[in-house]
């Protein structure tokens, strides 16, 4: 065989990637394994003196097909792990094969390297530095804060939006998410003292909303008076980066578990607000999370495990035994929930059950909002060229008593 021509298995298991959609060249597998990610062929030897062959293993086709899935050009191989880590922690769906788990080392250092090279860490570095980074760490932190949204919008909230486009949004729910994501950064990395118990209990009520806050704040202004506020969060006890180093493989792989469960729970609290048909399950599970106040916690779960960037910060944040508490506690309610025989995803007083039923309902729902945002523009439209403004307006109900107006 010619030096650099792929060996038969190397062959085999290009031609197995293909047939699941997935493209990869020998250069990728030659890559993947002088990395230690995918396992060599292993040789049979054929006696006789007719030498050996390379046989390829089918846990070989699992390693180099989660690879391929998550390898991008240019994209750093790191966080092609990380990808690939957080897929192997999600649910085995129904006739699917369990995605196997990157090796430990691999996983452990693309962590870490992520999170240092974040905002994140460049932010809690800078709070703990001298009197001038300090000065320069609420610029640096506006910045930071301020890409993007500051989490999702509340579900009631994009409920209303889709089902009429004239309906306004509040900007300053979206302002104090911020102003109080840039309060508990400085707090964790200088202390409670750097920003005051009014500020420090206002970012708590607007990052967990759903709480009474009104005796914590008595305790901040109390514990100021008395020279001990300080003592609530101490400079430095926050630490993105020594709580990765310092874990270890249960320890990351139930905080991955952790992710998971509340960024599933997440996608159905939001997904109410993009038109997911309710049922008394559903409303009761948002109702819930809500009142536990970390229903804003458990809907940005769902963009951070997502992106390999956003997983490293979901991953931390479940390291924390608060946030892995809060899990456990979802875990419970649905459980709960699947004991009564009942699925989340059924329609009450459907003569068809089932997720499929379910989602038919979901999209006939879209494609009506569809319709009707059609209706309207070709309505405005001839409005327009007629002789007066049209006047008209309707109402009609969505599943499970949602309402849309003016004619959508």
């Not at 990728?28 to 002088?34: A, K, M, N, P, V």
């Not at 196997?100 to 250092?109: I, L, N, Q």
């Not at 599933?264 to 109410?272: E, N, T, W």
């Not at 940005?300 to 991953?315: D, E, Q, Y």
Request: proline share 6%; glycine share 12%.
């Amino acid at each position: 065989m010619a030096r650099g021509e792929p060996s038969p298995a190397d062959v085999e298991l290009i031609g197995r990637l293909a047939a699941l959609g997935i493209t990869v060249s020998a250069a990728h597998l030659e890559r993947w394994r002088g990395l230690g990610l995918l396992p060599g062929h292993a040789r049979v030897w054929l006696g006789r003196g007719r030498g050996s062959v390379s046989v390829l293993a089918e846990e070989t086709v699992a390693v180099a097909a989660a690879l391929g899935r998550h390898a991008r050009s240019g994209r750093d191989v790191r966080w092609t792990v990380i990808a690939w880590y957080a897929e192997a922690g999600r649910p085995v769906l129904a006739g699917q094969l369990a995605v196997p788990e990157p090796p430990w080392p691999a996983v452990r250092e693309a962590l870490v390297w992520a999170m240092r090279r974040s905002a994140a860490h460049h932010l809690v570095m800078a709070a703990r530095g001298g009197e001038e980074e300090q000065d320069a760490f609420y610029a640096e932190a506006g910045r930071v804060v301020g890409r993007g949204p500051a989490g999702p919008a509340h579900p009631d909230t994009v409920r209303r939006v889709l089902e009429d486009p004239d309906a306004e949004l509040d900007q300053g729910e979206d302002r104090r998410r911020r102003r109080g994501a840039v309060s508990m950064v400085a707090a964790a990395a200088m202390g409670a003292g750097e920003v005051g118990g009014e500020r420090l209990v206002d970012a708590l009520a607007t990052l967990t909303p759903g709480l009474d806050w009104t005796d914590v704040a008595a305790k901040a202004r109390q514990a100021e008076e008395t020279g001990e506020f300080d003592g609530w969060v101490r400079a430095g006890a926050v630490d993105p980066l020594g709580l990765l180093q310092a874990a270890g493989p249960e320890e990351m792989a139930a905080a991955r578990h952790a992710a998971t469960v509340l960024a599933g729970i997440g996608g159905l609290y939001l997904m109410y607000g993009f038109g997911m048909p309710d049922n008394p399950a559903l409303a009761r599970l948002r109702a819930l999370l809500e009142e536990s106040g970390f229903a804003l916690i458990a809907a940005t779960m769902v963009p951070m495990m997502i992106n390999p960037s956003g997983v490293v910060h979901a991953l931390t944040m479940c390291l924390a035994p608060e946030i892995a508490a809060l899990a456990t506690w979802v875990e419970s309610v649905l459980t709960e929930q699947a004991g009564t025989g009942q699925g989340l995803l059924r329609l009450p007083g459907a003569e068809q059950e089932g997720p499929e039923a379910f989602m038919q309902a979901w999209i006939g729902y879209i494609h009506q909002l569809a319709d009707r945002a059609r209706a309207r523009r070709t309505g405005a439209a001839e409005d327009t060229c007629g002789a007066r403004p049209s006047t008209r307006a309707s109402s009609d109900t969505g599943p499970a008593g949602s309402s849309t107006e003016h004619g959508q």
